[in-house]
């Protein structure tokens, strides 16, 4: 065992045995039951999905439960979210969800990558030059972040209307980078707010311009804040729905939209389909949350919470 | 432009002629624009937007570039912020003083009518109580829920980095897969909820077909998504108690629920305010959720749905706006109480 | 008290033990295990063997609340949430007092350590030396079966160390239990102890009173760590010794001292001589008995003078001599020391008288 500081012993967190693992694994697994059967759904046939009682097993299980309550897993849902057609008793029927996947990456990843440029610098002269005012400035930005969303969509559907950008790509990224900048702002500026201005100075006194503090100094010291910022919003647009409902139009829809509509109709939902949409995304969600978990606390909060 | 005046007084200096005077062509751009929305046909509206928005801009930049660094480095996410949220803003506060509608050319001034009206409609009072039961019970579930996962992480046990994914991962999901699947567990035939049910009851089971039984519907869906929010604030906040504290009431002999509320609690008492304040304000705008589980059936139409509805299917836009800044007021208390909170915890750590 | 205990290098095989009113220091540089003792002892870590008796009854397996001591914290352990008063009270409601009782306890800690005016306030609206008092309070409050402190003065600048120093003395006087304390300082390890634990590494050097420690350390270890300036350690070569006079070699030149008596044969070759600078008299010219050193470094220390110099052969050596010597850099000094303070060490570093 090697010799712990007394500051690290200080800080260090309580430890308990595997009878803590044991009691966290049960409660962990409750809770994610419902993701859990998300998964296996994907992996049905559309009766298998319906079936009563639920088959919640894979027939290669079949050894460890009866019968009835195993389907055989396929990947014909997956196959369906991207090869634009699948049979339902023979007529071929359009998903068109390989063109919502991909409006969906790119109109959340323009939007993000424009926040990001935007949001970077304001963070940095919020950060590093405050104005007068400039709690208030930064109240504001938050404060859009927190409004419903069907405040402000009611006048920008009105002008979207009147200036051509309903249903259009343009629309859609230009909103959603506002909707992303003040969560990049508040975020980035959390990042440079912990940086030891000394180094700064440093490289000022050294005759570094600010645009070479900003370039060589800040941006290095915050790649990794960056990166975060940038999946969180990743994340946050790609879920987000009422904007997507009442802006795109049908060849600019977006997944969330797209998915709500095919569970409009009553009859005929396609859960596994669903199921297989929803999965897909849950890889990288799952890594997000894996390689973020330290950073988690502050993307959930906008940056209002550090630790 | 013009500099003839040498006027010293804020409202000549207001009133200048300079490229850099961009407080006129704030004051140009909020009195023109959505004049020239009303006033002028449409075309020659853009045109006069773009105008006053391209100055705007200017005399932003101007004034920015002569004077501050900071100010030109925040314009442009100023400029898009205003374009995008806060001038919308302020058009449907213009609004909400007309009696628009967005499926009619008809257009006349009626004051503080709409508010008048809106304060006095009981189907309002209903959704805003409606909202009120939801967030209540919503945010009640999910501090609770969110407390005991705390307490179970809290401290170090092996894979624990692996179980926390699995009990954070909801809170990653969008409304709309979660909504989806809920309605999946709930649906009266094949869901799993309404099968457990019937192994003892026998009956069908149809859970969103009572008021009860639909708001229980929304708020476990809410909740199970939500929870994993709260306990990562009070796990930050259980974590940051220093062991030492631990290792001196052990030696002061304190027994466990004065430890727990003298040592643990103070440690994780602001972050639990701000959980309650942060889920308060996202639970007050309820609406995908519900949009996909219930779409207001049951008695449970949120107020948010319920400014949809009225703006989007009734094209009620005008009273639409007037409510939708009730709600803009509400948020903007409540957001200010946060960051009150959360700049104050800052200061103190 | 015995603990004996072995496993990983933290602390190995110790055995200590501490009498009723007795003050014992375990002083060592950081890392050396002092702390981890301190924390087994208070129950805080469980030793991989070995045992801990308290008054003869074995406490090993008792938690801390069983084991009734009162522990004074480096990072002093202040609840933050509470005031003064209620940290004080705090380790009192397990005594079963009634509230009238508690409060005069408070009252007399309060007193002896000058809290009566910040009992109101909490840990972090009132000063370093203030804090490191509510803590050593907090521990006198009780009536435990022994008190630990652990670094108690690290965190309190030069002044203050040395007044609270004085009033810890005063207040563990008065107490008459046994006491540990862990300290890195050798100032305040030989000021307050009655006896000093000196550590290295997870083991004992040496055990014994102030004084001991200082003027006859067991072994190099210990006589390099006590003292300041450190005492001077030279590798020489025993080469004679009778009754009268003691020869060596140092760097090649012969060096007689008188060591009061003959030194045993077997040491013959290699040793090492621990002198302390203060042990040294100046001297006009050189001599057999005396060691010739250029100065080079002059530190005035007030009422005298630390001179580092060396000898021709570049060992270095540290000489204090009174202030009124005024000695040049570059000076050549003629250095006798004093025979009755010249410690012997043999070749594995043990003192041999």
């Known amino acids: 065992m090697k010799w712990i500081s007394r500051k690290d012993r200080a800080r260090e967190v309580d430890r308990a045995g595997w009878g803590r ?198 941006m290095p010291q915050v790649v990794a804040g960056l990166a975060a910022t940038a999946v969180f919003g990743l994340i946050l647009t790609w879920n987000e729905f009422l904007f997507a409902l009442l802006l795109t139009g049908v060849d600019t829809r977006t997944v969330p939209v797209a998915m709500s509509q095919t569970i409009g109709g009553d009859i005929g939902v396609r859960w596994g389909l669903l199921a297989a949409i929803e999965t897909l995304f849950l890889i990288p969600v799952i890594l997000v949350t894996f390689f973020l978990q330290n950073q988690l606390l502050r993307g959930v909060t906008f940056g209002t919470v550090k630790r | ?217 929304i708020v476990i869906a809410d909740a199970w998504m939500w929870a994993p929010f709260v306990m990562l604030l009070v796990l930050a906040g259980l974590v940051s108690v220093p062991k030492h504290l631990y290792e001196a009431a052990s030696i002061d002999r304190v027994p466990a629920w004065r430890r727990f509320w003298s040592i643990t609690f103070p440690y994780v008492k602001g972050l639990l305010m701000l959980a309650l304040l942060f889920r308060t304000i996202e639970a007050f705008k309820l609406f995908d959720v519900v949009f996909i589980l219930t779409d207001g059936g049951q008695s449970t139409e949120t107020i948010a749905l319920y400014v949809y509805r009225q703006a989007i299917q009734f094209n009620k836009t005008s009273y639409s706006a007037s409510l939708s800044y009730i709600l803009l007021f509400t948020v903007i208390v409540l957001t200010n109480l946060y960051l009150y909170l959360a700049n104050r915890r800052t200061k103190e750590g | 008290m015995t603990k004996n205990f072995g496993q990983f290098t933290a602390v190995r095989d110790v055995d200590l033990t501490v009498g009723a009113g007795e003050v014992v220091c375990l002083l060592g540089p950081s890392g050396c295990g002092k702390t981890t003792i301190l924390r087994m002892i208070a129950g805080l870590e469980t030793p991989s063997s070995g045992e801990v008796f308290f008054a003869g009854r074995n406490v090993t397996r008792l938690t801390p609340e069983q084991r009734n001591v009162a522990m004074v914290f480096q990072f002093y352990a202040l609840y933050p949430s509470l005031t003064v008063e209620e940290n004080l009270t705090f380790p009192l409601y397990a005594e079963k007092l009634s509230s009238a009782e508690r409060r005069s306890r408070v009252a007399d800690a309060s007193e002896i350590l000058q809290l009566s005016d910040i009992l109101g306030r909490k840990p972090s609206e009132i000063a370093e030396g203030e804090k490191q008092r509510v803590a050593v309070a907090r521990a006198i409050i009780r009536d435990p079966s022994c008190f630990l402190f652990d670094e108690p003065l690290s965190r309190l600048d030069v002044e203050l160390r040395e007044s609270m120093r004085a009033q810890i003395k005063e207040v563990l006087l008065g107490l008459s239990k046994p006491t540990v304390i862990v300290t890195h300082d050798q100032l305040e390890a030989l000021t307050m102890a009655d006896r000093i634990t000196i550590m290295r590494d997870g083991i004992i050097e040496q055990i014994g009173t102030p004084h001991e420690v200082f003027a006859q350390p067991q072994n190099v270890f210990v006589a390099s760590f006590i003292g300041t300036p450190q005492m001077n350690l030279l590798g020489v070569q025993l080469m004679n010794s009778n009754d009268a006079e003691t020869e060596f070699l140092l760097d090649g030149e012969p060096l007689k001292i008188s060591m009061g008596s003959k030194v045993s044969d077997s040491l013959f070759g290699d040793v090492t001589l621990g002198i302390r600078p203060r042990a040294f008299a100046l001297q006009d010219a050189a001599s057999p008995a005396a060691i010739t050193i250029k100065s080079e470094i002059i530190e005035p220390m007030g009422a005298e003078t630390l001179i580092h110099g060396r000898t021709r052969s570049d060992t270095e050596i540290r000489v204090v001599v009174p202030r009124e010597h005024r000695i040049q850099s570059g000076e050549c000094l003629h250095v006798i020391p004093d025979s009755g303070q010249v410690q012997l060490f043999n070749e594995q570093g043990n003192a041999v008288r």
């Not at chain 2, 009195?31 to 075309?43: E, K, M, T, W, Y």
């Not at chain 2, 909801?170 to 999946?184: D, Q």
Request: proline content about 5%; charged content about 10%.
């Open chain 2, 1 to 217: 432009m013009n500099t003839t005046t040498a006027a010293h007084s804020s409202a000549g200096k207001l009133l200048a002629f300079r490229w850099d005077n961009w407080r006129l062509a704030l004051l140009a751009t909020l009195i023109g624009v959505p004049l020239s929305a009303f006033v002028l046909p449409n075309f020659a509206a853009v045109v006069a937007t773009c105008i006053l928005g391209g100055l705007l801009v200017i005399t932003s930049v101007v004034y920015s570039w002569t004077r501050h660094v900071g100010g030109l480095l925040v314009a442009p996410a100023i400029a898009v912020l205003v374009v995008m949220n806060i001038f919308p803003l302020l058009w449907s506060l213009g609004l909400s003083f007309y009696n628009y509608r967005a499926d009619r050319q008809s257009l006349s001034f009626i004051g503080l009518r709409n508010y008048e009206r809106l304060l006095s409609d009981p189907v309002v009072w209903e959704r805003l109580t409606t909202t009120a039961t939801l967030v209540v019970l919503t945010v009640a579930v999910q501090m609770v829920v969110g407390f005991l996962f705390a307490l179970l992480f809290s401290k170090q046990f092996p894979l624990r980095r692996y179980l926390l994914i699995l009990v954070l991962t909801p809170m990653m999901l969008s409304y709309v897969a979660v909504g989806a699947f809920f309605r999946y567990y709930y649906d009266p035939t094949f869901g799993l909820v309404s099968q457990v049910v019937n192994m003892f009851t026998d009956e069908p089971f149809v859970l969103i077909s009572s008021t009860g039984g639909a708001i229980a519907a």
């Open chain 1, 21 to 218: 693992t044991a009691g966290a694994a049960i409660a962990s697994f409750i809770y994610f039951f419902p993701v859990l059967v998300i998964i296996i759904t994907a992996f049905k046939k559309h009766t298998d999905a319906l079936a009563v009682p639920a088959k919640l097993f894979p027939d290669f299980m079949g050894w460890l439960v009866p019968e009835r309550l195993t389907f055989t897993p396929t990947l014909e849902n997956f196959v369906s979210v991207f090869s634009r057609s699948f049979t339902t008793g023979g007529a071929a029927q359009d998903t068109g969800f390989d063109l919502f996947f991909f409006n969906s990456i790119f109109i959340a990843g323009s939007s993000v990558l424009l926040a990001l440029a935007i949001g970077t610098l304001a963070a940095f002269g919020f950060s590093r030059y405050p104005l007068k005012g400039n709690d208030t400035y930064l109240f504001v930005i938050l404060t859009t972040r927190m409004l419903p969303a069907i405040v402000v969509i009611i006048p920008v559907m009105l002008m979207f209307r009147i200036t051509g950008l309903a249903g259009t790509y343009t629309g859609i990224i230009l909103l959603y980078t506002a909707f992303n900048l003040p969560f990049t702002i508040w975020m980035m500026k959390s990042f440079f707010d912990e940086l030891s201005p000394d180094v700064e100075d440093a490289a000022r006194i050294d005759g570094s311009s600010d645009r070479g503090v900003f370039f060589k100094i800040c």
